[in-house]
């Protein structure tokens, strides 16, 4: 294995990965949306624990990011090998502990206006840091994925002036991740 003097980024949001990542975003979102009208369906009078589907949508969320970082560490495992380079260089240490701390700030700031009862507002405060995030990580040859910074502002902004618009959002976003990853082979 090649020590890497120039130490390059190995995690790429690229083909099969970002098609994952969009899969894993579509489904959240459906199993969130299903989930909430169940709630509301079945619990005509207020006897179910509102603390159960918080857990319930914490879990859901919990995996669609722990699957989405293990599909970019796998991706950047197998680039690394191919090209016979180490996988956790300088660099790519720097940008997981990045991300780490990113997202772990995102769950921190989500829960802080769940706290204050801003419910409607959870949607469109992680759409505003995902498109942040995306803008912060992106490359000049990769930028298609400003498009989807961009779709995760404006609907940031969407779903601020209308909060029911939460879950198009959300399965455009995963559409937007699979069109990016099938255009970006």
Same mark, same amino acid.
């Given at each position: 294995?090649?020590? *890497?003097?120039?130490?390059?980024?190995?995690?790429?949001?690229? =083909?099969?990965?970002?098609?994952?990542?969009?899969?894993?975003?579509? @489904?959240?979102?459906?199993?969130?949306?299903?989930?909430? @009208? *169940? /709630?509301?369906?079945? *619990?005509?009078?207020?006897? #179910?624990?509102?603390?159960?589907? %918080?857990?319930?949508?914490?879990?859901?969320?919990?995996? +669609?990011?722990?699957? #989405? /970082?293990?599909?970019?560490?796998?991706?950047?495992?197998?680039?690394? $090998?191919?090209?016979? @380079?180490?996988?956790?260089? $300088?660099?790519?240490?720097?940008?997981?502990?990045?991300?780490?701390? #990113?997202?772990?700030?995102?769950?921190?700031?989500?829960?802080?206006?769940?706290?204050?009862?801003?419910? *409607?507002?959870? +949607?469109?405060?992680? @759409?505003? /840091?995902? =498109?942040?995030? &995306? /803008?912060?990580?992106?490359?000049?040859?990769?930028?298609?994925?400003?498009?989807?910074?961009?779709?995760?502002?404006?609907?940031?902004?969407?779903?601020?002036?209308?909060?029911? !618009?939460?879950?198009?959002? &959300? %399965?455009?976003?995963?559409?937007?991740?699979?069109? !990016?990853? %099938? %255009?970006?082979?």
């Amino acid at each position: 294995m090649k020590t *890497d003097n120039t130490s390059q980024l190995n995690f790429s949001l690229v =083909g099969f990965t970002s098609i994952q990542i969009g899969i894993y975003i579509l @489904l959240a979102a459906f199993a969130i949306e299903t989930l909430l @009208l *169940d /709630f509301l369906d079945a *619990d005509t009078l207020g006897l #179910s624990s509102e603390i159960n589907l %918080v857990i319930a949508i914490t879990t859901i969320t919990f995996f +669609t990011v722990l699957f #989405s /970082f293990f599909a970019l560490f796998f991706k950047g495992k197998r680039n690394a $090998k191919q090209q016979q @380079l180490q996988l956790w260089n $300088k660099k790519s240490v720097a940008t997981f502990w990045i991300i780490l701390i #990113s997202f772990l700030s995102i769950y921190g700031i989500l829960f802080f206006v769940y706290t204050q009862n801003l419910e *409607d507002f959870i +949607t469109p405060t992680f @759409l505003l /840091f995902y =498109g942040l995030l &995306l /803008f912060a990580f992106h490359k000049k040859e990769r930028k298609n994925l400003l498009i989807i910074s961009g779709i995760c502002l404006l609907f940031s902004i969407i779903c601020f002036t209308i909060p029911t !618009y939460w879950y198009s959002s &959300l %399965v455009i976003l995963g559409v937007a991740h699979i069109t !990016y990853g %099938v %255009v970006n082979r």
